[in-house]
Antibody, heavy 117, light 108 residues
Framework: QVQLVESGGGLVKPGGSLRLSCAASGFTFSDYYMSWIRQAPGKGLEWVSYISSGYTIYYADSVRGRITISRDNANNSLFLQMNSLRAEDTAIYYC???????????WGRGTLVTVSS | EIVMTQSPATLSVSPGERATLSCRASQSVSSNLAWYQQKPGQAPRLLIYGASTRATGIPARFSGSGSGTEFTLTISSLQSEDFAIYYCQQYNNWPPLTFGGGTKVEIK
């Protein structure tokens, strides 16, 4: 079954860290670029980060310097290391697969990150 | 950064009626535009890419049009399962990839 399953979300204090994971199955993970996209409660979608199959990486300005995206093609996994977390990072974080260009044709169900003291 | 603006914010439509959603880009994105549908508690689902190409499994009642800075998503005859929030996304000039603020299609 073609799917993405995120994990690793939870409650963390401001300034804390969290590592999100995304397990891919049902397709050749190494062939695809991947992204993390987030959605604050009751808000719209915000692109966070991108990693290509060749490990080219981009970040949104709002997270650059605090977040690191990585992938493990051998284990069909995508990661997001989040440091120095702020209240405004509170959101559902979705893992998404890239289509032929830079739109997203497969999304996971998301994992909720809550940053609060 | 390209800013995507969707209108209206909320669209009230009766089942069986036509819905027309708009998306405007702050500068040309050519045809590099996608539309997504999101239902409560669910992840977004790709509907349209390349401004007008339906994604796999998307019913023909969904159609996209436009290029440059003005785009439209049309749902020809709304079904009960179509009441949701719709987002547009440009992928012509990035980073960053940017989304519109969404249009909520609700039952009239």
């Amino acid at each position: 079954q073609v799917q993405l399953v995120e994990s690793g979300g939870g409650l963390v204090k401001p300034g804390g860290s969290l590592r999100l994971s995304c397990a891919a199955s049902g397709f050749t993970f190494s062939d695809y670029y991947m992204s993390w996209i987030r959605q604050a409660p009751g808000k719209g979608l915000e692109w966070v980060s991108y990693i290509s199959s060749g490990y080219t990486i981009y970040y949104a300005d709002s997270v650059r310097g605090r977040i690191t995206i990585s992938r493990d093609n051998a284990n069909n996994s995508l990661f997001l290391q989040m440091n120095s977390l702020r209240a405004e990072d509170t959101a559902i974080y979705y893992c998404a697969r890239g289509g032929n260009l830079w739109y997203f044709d497969l999304w996971g169900r998301g994992t909720l990150v809550t940053v609060s003291s | 950064e390209i800013v995507m603006t969707q209108s209206p914010a909320t669209l009230s439509v009766s089942p069986g009626e036509r819905a027309t959603l708009s998306c405007r880009a702050s500068q040309s994105v050519s045809s590099n535009l996608a539309w997504y549908q999101q239902k409560p508690g669910q992840a977004p689902r790709l509907l349209i890419y390349g401004a007008s190409t339906r994604a796999t499994g998307i019913p023909a009642r969904f159609s996209g049009s436009g290029s440059g800075t003005e785009f439209t998503l049309t749902i020809s005859s709304l079904q009960s399962e179509d009441f949701a929030i719709y987002y547009c996304q440009q992928y012509n000039n990035w980073p960053p990839l940017t989304f519109g603020g969404g249009t909520k299609v609700e039952i009239k």
